[in-house]
């Protein structure tokens, strides 16, 4: 199984950046999608953004021009610019071997989620 750990969470002001990362362990095979979700209180989650093995990305409209999803061997990174107070949410990063990219990684197979990192903007 694919283990994940997501680092790079914090507090900023509104209009500044943040780069969250998130390392796998265990074997990540081919045809892994890669994704970001994020839940906020009260609120359901949410895709953020995904990334295939062949380099395909898919943003959610609410972050597109702002946050730039990337994968190097086992790391996923999501560089968030130009911060709103909507983004205050806990991220998580998860991997499906399958999943549809266009669908946040849904749909997939041996499923795997991080523990989260905060991202407070205020």
């Known amino acids: 199984d694919v283990q994940l750990v997501e680092s790079g969470g914090g507090s900023v002001q509104p209009g500044g950046s943040l780069r969250l990362s998130c390392a796998a362990t265990?074997?990540?095979?081919?045809?892994?999608?890669l994704g970001w979700y994020r839940q906020a209180p009260e609120k359901e989650r949410e895709g953020v953004a995904s990334?295939?093995?062949?380099?395909k990305t898919t943003y959610a409209d609410s972050v597109k021009g702002r946050f730039t999803i990337t994968r190097n061997a086992n790391m996923l990174t999501l560089q968030m610019d130009n911060l709103e107070p909507e983004d205050t949410a806990m991220y998580y990063c998860?991997?499906?071997?399958?999943?549809?990219?266009?669908?946040?990684?849904?749909?997939?197979?041996?499923?795997?989620w991080g523990q989260g990192t905060q991202v407070t903007v205020s």
């Open positions: 990334i295939y093995d062949d380099g």
């Open positions: 265990g074997y990540v095979a081919s045809r892994y999608c």
């Open positions: 998860v991997a499906s071997r399958f999943g549809d990219v266009r669908q946040y990684c849904s749909g997939g197979y041996h499923e795997s």
